[in-house]
Structure formats: C-alpha cells, structure tokens
C-alpha cells in the first residue's frame, strides 16, 4: 500500500492508543514520509556532473596546441636530425623529455618539400606520405623515418601556410612510450588555427596525378631505353645521337608538366619540376654538342652536369612523393 494511503490508517490508530504509544506512532509516520521523500528526491535529481579534465594551453608558429594538465614546457628536448625549427616549443608528459615528446615550431623559407631539406638529407629514403584532417585543418602526416643513430619513432606533421613559414609539429617516443606517443598524436590532431586563415586542401587530386603521371611515366621509358646507350665505350657519334634524343625527351616532359594545371599544394613542386626538366634538357644538349665536337673536356664536363640535372630531378618527383603523389 502506498505510504500517503498508510498514514490515515495510522491517524486512526493514534486515536485508540495512550498518549506515549501515539506519540511513537506519530514519529514512525514521520520517519516514513521523510524516507519517501528522499527516495523521490534521490531517483529524480540530477546526477553530479562527471569533473573535467584540467588541461593547459600553448601556442606555437601559429596554432594553438591543449595539453593534458601533466604535459609541462621543457627547456631542451633530445635532437632529431635535421630538424631545425624556428622558436621551437619543447612539450614532454611530467617534464620529462627524454623519452617521449612534442616539438614545434616554424619551417622559414618557401621550399617546394613541405619537410627542411635538412631533415631529408639526414635520412635514408622518403618517409611514408599522408593527408590527414586535423579539428580545423589539413596536414601531412609522415611516417617510417629511417635516421641514423635515431631510435625513436618519430611522427612528424606539416601544416601549410599560404604566404607564410610552414609548421611543424614532430611526436617521438620510445618504444616502450607508445601509450605517450599516442596521447601526442592526439594533441597534434585537436590543434586549432591562431591568428591565420583555414589552410587549403591538400587532398591529392586524381586528374591532377594522370596528367603528371603520363607526362613523366612516357619520361622514364625513354631515359631507361636511351641511358643504356650512353655507356662509357659508346663511340662520340653515337653518343651524340643519343643525348639529342634524350634532351628532346626532357623538353617535351617539361612542356607537358608545365601545362597541367595545379593545385594550390602543388603549385611550387610543379614549378620545380618544370626548372628541373629544364635544366635536364641544357644539360643533355650540351653533352650532344661536346660530342658532336668530339672534344673529350667538354664531354667530361657535359656527363657531370648531366648527373646534376638528373639529381634535381629526382628531387623534384621527391617532392611530389611528399605531397601524397606517385608520378611514375
């Protein structure tokens, strides 16, 4: 029976016993209501709002980064080979840098790699290349660094900026800090924008990839075929021919590449290219004309500028491969 029912059955035995007796009654029907008012209050209040977690605030070359409360700025942080950044800021969990951290800081200049060139000197191949979508923001996400005498993973984001210092934020952990490494990555991904606009897309485009693939996949072919031709024992004559037909090659890479029309995020790579191609073409030209010359000093002189121009080059597809693309 309900306890509002009860309580007029109680008024009535309070009326047939002695005072004292009903004086015990009336405080049991009291203590009854007060229980029953408790009991509505306790299944229909308002949960306790769970705490929030104190977090802490940085700001870096334009983006602002938020820590959990035992991430701490730290005066020094180990080094990652050739990674120099501008007004670097040095974050680790409890102060403590030796093993697991965050670093950022600007990338100066207007290079066409969105990495230092310092840093890809420094190590073996090209890193892994990705897109990602941070809270406000795009940004490549390289992985699989190979540096030598550095054993810690290492994560490094690049977020562009147009007109200005690119920047980049580097997480690196010990093996056995992959729990930090993880929590890194996470206050990368939630960064926001300070005072500068929304960065444009870096998504590789697939149009965009077909025509830069057609233009230096038909490149390959003929450096593949025509470069075995061009031996050390390859009489002048022949190698004369065959440099002609190699610069012609390269100029008709570099006019295909500089028709494509690019993206924001490729536009300086592709200029790169295009000069690369270039000075490719100079370069074969001119080995044509020692050749034809037969002039042994010219000729020596040509094959180095010709390995120059190669190497810058590969540079520049390097480059592509490091804003997500694979043009051959």
Not at 57 to 79: D, I, K, M, N
Request: net charge positive; proline share 7%; charged share 15%.
């Amino acid at each position: 029976m309900p306890l509002l029912e009860r309580l007029p059955l109680l008024d009535r035995l309070v009326e047939r016993l002695p005072v004292l007796d009903r004086r015990l009654v009336a405080a049991l029907a009291i203590a009854l209501a007060i229980v029953a008012i408790a009991g509505y209050v306790a299944g229909h209040g308002h949960a306790r709002a769970p705490q929030r977690e104190q977090t802490l605030t940085a700001s870096v070359a334009g983006v602002l980064l938020t820590l959990p409360q035992e991430w701490q700025a730290v005066s020094s942080a180990p080094a990652i080979p050739g990674l120099r950044l501008a007004h670097p800021v040095q974050l680790s969990p409890n102060g403590e840098a030796t093993h697991a951290g965050l670093v950022a800081g600007a990338v100066p200049g207007r290079d066409p790699s969105p990495l230092p060139q310092e840093l890809l000197d420094s190590a073996r191949g090209l890193p892994a290349t990705s897109v990602v979508s941070l809270l406000e923001v795009q940004a490549y996400r390289y992985t699989n660094f190979s540096l030598p005498g550095y054993d810690s993973r290492l994560v490094v984001y690049v977020v562009p900026n147009p007109g200005g210092d690119r920047t980049a934020l580097a997480c690196y952990a010990e093996p056995a800090f992959a729990s930090q490494m993880q929590t890194c990555q996470h206050i990368v991904a939630t960064l926001t924008l300070a005072g500068r606009t929304q960065s444009y897309d870096l998504t590789p485009q697939g149009s965009y990839a077909q025509g830069l693939s057609a233009s230096i996949g038909a490149l390959e072919r003929a450096r593949l075929a025509l470069r075995r031709q061009l031996g050390p024992h390859t009489a002048p004559a022949a190698a004369g021919r065959v440099a002609a037909r190699l610069a012609r090659a390269f100029a008709q890479a570099a006019s295909s590449v500089s028709a494509l029309q690019p993206t924001l995020a490729t536009g300086q790579a592709q200029a790169a290219l295009s000069g690369a191609l270039l000075s490719g073409r100079s370069a074969y030209a001119a080995l044509a004309a020692a050749a034809q010359a037969k002039s042994e000093p010219r000729f020596a002189a040509g094959r180095e500028r010709v390995g120059e121009a190669e190497a810058r080059v590969d540079e520049a597809l390097g480059t592509f491969a490091l804003l997500g693309y694979q043009p051959a």
